[in-house]
């Protein structure tokens, strides 16, 4: 594919460069079943090296030059990004950059109203926060390490507080442990103002023991829900949406369910991921990325690093939730906690 060097770039499948994850780190203070088990992130699991990690600056300086090819929404993410030391000074450096939309996804563990007021004022928008149930047996379960709900939805209350609204609630269903937790987050946070999103439990990395009966289809839990509370499809805000957006009928909110497994979205999936490390992923799922990192501590131009981006792009095909099956098991993709999600 020929690159047009003042074109904004399009991958081989003609899907546009608009969103951009960035990874903040690798370690979590969680150990979701689904992402992080235990069994695999032990205390002795060698975890990135503060030389390893991409600085603040380089960060930056990769996000400006993105944001020239296209790139309008920022996403920080982790592992838990607010593990990562003085985040704020990132966010400030992000907001700097004309026409972003900057958010970030947390677990809500360390989201405490003076964290949350610091994010705001540095520049953040909007947040993301993670929670599985409401039931503290079965939240527990997932997290792994006895983590509260009451913790996460004080969390969620400081960053309304603070101004990061509509805040978005993301829950991960799988069907053997939180299934019956649907029905009671969906009443808990109808009317509240915020946004609870469902994501089907995906394949990405090779720890978090998937198997395609604990999916629960995103058309099951519109059923569940909408038995009782009256539900209708709406328009997505913009092309590349990842989630579905269904109304309640009755004018108190809306929901989304992001829908990899059983309604993949590859076709216009506009994402790019960059690691901790400083790689770039063209896919949730790849199996390798391009090192970045390397090129940034080079001291080549601009003009180069943002070259190299283009040719990465540009031969982009990815769409392995379009073509998952039999002949997507057992290969090997990097883990969500190094790739972010």
Partial sequence: MMINENALPLDYLGRPLQDLRISVTDRCNLRCVY??????FGS????????????????????????????????LTGGEPLLRHDIERLIEMLARIPDLDLTLTTNGALLTPEKARALRDSGL????????????????????????VGRVLAGIDNAAAAGLTPVKINMVVVRSVNLDSVLPMARYFHGSGHILRFVEYMDVGDSNGWKLDEVVSSAEIIQLIGD????????????GEV????????????????SS????????????????????FTCLFASSGHDVRSLLRSHVSNEDVSATIRSIWAQRDDRYSD?????????PSVEMSYIGG
């Fill in 35 to 40: 992402c992080m088990p235990k069994e695999v």
């Fill in 44 to 75: 002795d699991y060698p975890y990135l090296a503060r030389d390893e990690l991409l600085t603040y600056e380089e960060i930056s300086r990769l996000t400006r030059l993105l944001a020239g090819m296209g790139v309008r929404k920022v996403r």
């Fill in 125 to 148: 928008q909007r947040i993301t926060i993670s929670l599985d149930s409401l039931d503290d047996s079965v939240f527990a379960s997932l997290n792994d390490v006895e983590f509260p």
């Fill in 228 to 239: 009782e509370l009256s539900l209708e499809p709406i328009e997505p805000n913009y092309l």
């Fill in 243 to 258: 989630a579905r957006r269904w109304c309640y009928t009755d004018g108190a909110g809306e929901i989304g369910l992001i």
């Fill in 261 to 280: 497994v059983s309604q993949p979205f590859c076709g216009d999936c506009t994402r790019l991921r960059l690691s901790a490390r400083g790689e770039l």
């Fill in 323 to 331: 073509l998952r099956s039999a002949r997507t098991v057992g290969r």
